[in-house]
């Protein structure tokens, strides 16, 4: 079992950044792909960013390019977010997720483990 806890979403304005970050404490041999997704009101959860553990080879969705960047530092097994230039149609709760290996485009269903989410508002 993978457990995964997310931290840093917070309450901004728009062209503000925040950074998220996502801890997996335990054994994660069997996972080679960590993500972000996140679910705005009203919506369905998407993929945001994924990353490959070996390697780090980098996907991202097109409304996030160039504004967020998914980083990891595998010595402390920590997973991050760098998000620039929010917009409100940013705001969502933003989870972490992984799996055995990266595919593009990210599927909710395709992800078994998954941390509680941490709320990003962005406002106008």
């Known amino acids: 079992q993978v457990q995964l806890v997310e931290s840093g979403g917070g309450s901004v304005q728009a062209g503000g950044s925040l950074r998220l970050s996502c801890v997996a404490p335990?054994?994660?041999?069997?996972?080679?792909?960590m993500a972000w997704f996140r679910q705005g009101p009203g919506k369905e959860r998407e993929g945001v960013a994924a990353?490959?553990?070996?390697?780090?080879?980098?996907y991202y969705a097109d409304s996030v390019k160039g504004r967020f960047t998914i980083s990891q530092d595998n010595a402390k097994n920590t997973l991050y977010l760098e998000m620039n230039s929010l917009k409100p149609d940013d705001t969502a709760m933003y989870y972490c997720a992984a799996r055995w290996a990266c595919k593009w485009p990210l599927s909710v269903a395709d992800f078994a483990y998954w941390g509680q989410g941490t709320q990003v508002t962005v406002s106008s």
């Open positions: 335990g054994y994660t041999a069997s996972v080679h792909c």
């Open positions: 990353i490959t553990t070996i390697g780090g080879s980098t």
